[in-house]
């Protein structure tokens, strides 16, 4: 299994979120940069994965990877230690998948992933509802998100 992913794409940073009841005013650069898609923070999941054997694409397999591990009760309690680096897995397959998605920061602490012009994914909180709740798995969230980006194409 390679060391991080397959893709040879460095990681980015996500700029900080706004700290409430508090603006900041900075000048527009003169070049915009692109939205971040590949900021990693689930080195952790990929070394528990990496001692079970288990590859860990960075697309909808690899998420059905992660929703059989939830599934067994051992692995489940290990995975309850890492919702964020779940959820960040979960954001960068959503980033890597979906045309246009991007990574967006509210407030510190709280990562979205932007999938159309209506519509973010709070990862994280995804997340930590399958390890609480069980249902929907991440395949089942992700699926969805497709659902939600064919409606916005067609227009419905």
């Not at 991080?4 to 409430?20: K, T, V």
């Not at 603006?23 to 527009?28: G, I, Q, R, T, V």
């Not at 059905?64 to 489940?76: F, H, M, N, R, T």
């Not at 290990?78 to 960040?88: Q, S």
Request: proline share 8%; with cysteine; net charge negative.
């Amino acid at each position: 299994m390679p060391a991080r992913d397959e893709s040879e794409e460095p990681l980015q940073s996500l700029p900080a979120g706004m700290a409430r009841r508090y603006a900041e005013y900075k000048p527009a650069t003169d070049k915009p940069s692109p939205p971040p898609t590949n900021v990693g923070g689930y080195d952790e999941l990929l070394d528990y994965c990496r001692g079970k054997e288990m590859a860990l694409p960075r697309s909808r397999n690899g998420l059905v990877v992660i929703d059989s591990l939830i599934e067994i009760p051992e692995a489940k309690r290990d995975l309850a230690e890492f919702p964020t680096a779940i959820g960040m897995f979960y954001g960068d397959v959503l980033t890597h998948t979906i045309s246009g998605s991007h990574w967006e920061v509210v407030e510190e602490g709280f990562l979205m992933v932007r999938i159309s012009r209506n519509t973010s994914i709070s990862v994280i909180h995804v997340a930590q509802r399958r390890l609480d709740m069980g249902l929907p798995t991440l395949a089942m969230n992700y699926d969805h998100a497709l659902d939600i980006i064919d409606r916005d194409r067609r227009g419905s």
